[in-house]
């Protein structure tokens, strides 16, 4: 394939060291020098291959989505059942969080302008994830769910994946235990009457 671009062990230095700072610090108290210093590069190599901060959280930001969409369909492409896609598709979708790492709280969480590039790409990233996660419902019910709800329990797991990757911060994560709850928000959620619903997750206390 030739000789890859000059810049491109700089882009990478780069991209790794803001996904580090932005995890660290959010997006909007993450100024460029933080950048440079994490990632190791001169400001004069940062412009030669970023144009700012938003270029460089923008090239994360696609990415993380591309990358937990891709896992996502893939792992509900190779189940079989309803069950199993739920399974799998939430099973993907957790290990994309823990993949991604603490940026992933940023990008979930937080707080863009209203009418921002971000806020918009996050919008998008959410009404993917529910067009898929109601296109695997949609031949076992008769009528449409209601899209509110499916938001409503887009959020919740959301919620769920961010407080497992803080966790991991501390080296804990229980993916099991993000999974069993992501099971539960969304078949209790989507459940239609007299649907078999997963155990309720309890909490075991240590001995």
């Known amino acids: 394939m030739g000789r890859p671009p000059a810049d491109y062990s700089a882009r990478d230095q780069i991209l790794a060291g ?3 700072v932005f995890g660290r610090l959010g997006y909007a108290n ?16 940062f412009y030669r291959v970023f144009r700012s901060k938003d270029d460089v959280f ?8 591309v990358r937990a969409l891709q896992l996502i369909q893939e792992a ?9 896609k739920v399974e799998a598709g939430l099973q ?11 940026l992933a709280r940023v990008l979930l969480l937080e707080q863009f302008p209203p009418g921002s590039k971000f806020g918009r790409r996050r919008e998008a990233a959410v009404e993917a994830f529910m067009l898929l996660i109601e296109h695997e419902y949609s031949g076992l019910r008769q009528e449409r ?3 509110l709800l ?9 919620y769920v994946a961010v407080q497992l990757v803080g966790q991991a911060r501390q080296g804990v994560f229980d993916a099991d235990r993000g999974r069993r ?13 007299g649907d078999p619903l997963p155990p309720l997750p309890v909490l075991v206390e240590p001995q």
Do not use: C, K, N
């Not at 993450?30 to 190599?45: F, K």
């Not at 709850?181 to 009457?193: C, E, G, T």
């Open 18 to 20: 803001a996904a580090d």
């Open 30 to 45: 993450t100024p460029v020098q933080a950048i440079l210093q994490a990632a190791g590069v001169s400001r004069r190599t």
């Open 58 to 65: 923008s090239v994360l930001f696609d990415q993380s989505v």
């Open 76 to 84: 509900v492409a190779h189940a079989a059942t309803p069950a199993a």
């Open 92 to 102: 993907a979708y957790l290990g994309a969080h823990l993949a991604i790492g603490p």
């Open 145 to 147: 769910i209601d899209p």
């Open 150 to 158: 499916i938001r409503g329990v887009v959020a919740a797991i959301d």
């Open 181 to 193: 709850i992501m099971v539960r928000i969304l078949q209790a959620s989507l459940a239609a009457p």
